[in-house]
C-alpha cells in the first residue's frame, strides 16, 4: 500500500522567507508523486510531478520539489514566499503505470504568509 | 483548452434524497476520476471511468455509484443520502496514457441536512 505524510498541519512563514512543506512517502514500488495547491473554495491545481525522471522537479509559481529515495521524502520548497502562496498543500502518490489513476493524498498543511 | 467543469457548484439535499453530480472533462481525456474531500478524511478516491467503463474503484458503499457516456462526460450518483455525505466532490479528468497525472475540477460542494 502507499501513503503520504505531510509534516505539520499548518506552517506560517514572512512574506520573502523560504516556503519548506514536507511530505514523505511509503511505496512498495516505484511512485509518483505530485504536490497540489487548494485556494479557498476551488479545486486542486497541480503544482509539480515527480515521474521517475529527474529528481529535481520545478513547478508552477517558482516552486520546486526534489525526490530522495534515500530519505523516502518529496518536500516542497520555494525561495521568496508571496502573499498569494496562501492556500492549502497537497502531497499524493501513485502508481507509476498509466493506468493507475487513483491518487493517495496526505492530510494537506495549510500555508498561512504573513507581513 | 478549457479545463475540468463540474456542475452544479452548490447543492443543499434532505438525508434520504439522492443526487447526482455532473462533470465535463478536458477535451480529449478519456479518463474522468472522481474524489470525496471532508475535512475529516481528507481527500479519498471513489472512483474512475474511462471508456465508459469503471477501471478503478475506492472503498465506499455501493450507495455512491458512477457512469460515463460516450463524449466522456460522467456522473457520480449518491443515493440515500447521509449527513456524513456532505462534502466537496472533485472531479479529475487524465491524459490517456498517463491517468496519475490528474487535473481537478473546482468542486461541487454538497451539503445534506
Known amino acids: 500500500a502507499q501513503s503520504v505524510t505531510q509534516l505539520g498541519s499548518h506552517v506560517s512563514v514572512s512574506e520573502g522567507a523560504l516556503v519548506l512543506l514536507r511530505c514523505n512517502y511509503s511505496s512498495s514500488v516505484p511512485p509518483y508523486l505530485f504536490w497540489y495547491v487548494q485556494y479557498p473554495n476551488q479545486g486542486l491545481q497541480l503544482l509539480l510531478k515527480?515521474?521517475?525522471?529527474?529528481?529535481l522537479v520545478k513547478g508552477i509559481n517558482g516552486f520546486e520539489a526534489e525526490f530522495k529515495k534515500s530519505e523516502t521524502s518529496f518536500h516542497l520548497t520555494k525561495p521568496s514566499a508571496h502573499m498569494s502562496d496562501a492556500a492549502e498543500y497537497f502531497c499524493a502518490v501513485s502508481h507509476n503505470t498509466g493506468t493507475a489513476s487513483k491518487l493517495t493524498f496526505g492530510t494537506g498543511t495549510r500555508l498561512q504568509v504573513t507581513l | 483548452k478549457a479545463g475540468v467543469t463540474q456542475t452544479p457548484r452548490y447543492l443543499i439535499k434532505t438525508r434520504g434524497q439522492q443526487v447526482t453530480l455532473s462533470c465535463s472533462p478536458i477535451s480529449g481525456h478519456r479518463s474522468v476520476s472522481w474524489y470525496q474531500q471532508t475535512p475529516g478524511q481528507g481527500l479519498q478516491f471513489l472512483f474512475e471511468y474511462f471508456s465508459e467503463t469503471q477501471r478503478n474503484k475506492g472503498n465506499f458503499p455501493g450507495r455512491f455509484s458512477g457512469r460515463q457516456f460516450s463524449n466522456s462526460r460522467s456522473e457520480m450518483n449518491v443515493s440515500t443520502l447521509e449527513l456524513g455525505d456532505s462534502a466537496l466532490y472533485l472531479c479529475a479528468s487524465s491524459p490517456d496514457n498517463r491517468a496519475y497525472e490528474q487535473y481537478f475540477g473546482p468542486g461541487t460542494r454538497l451539503t445534506v441536512t
Open positions: 515527480y515521474t521517475s525522471a529527474a529528481t
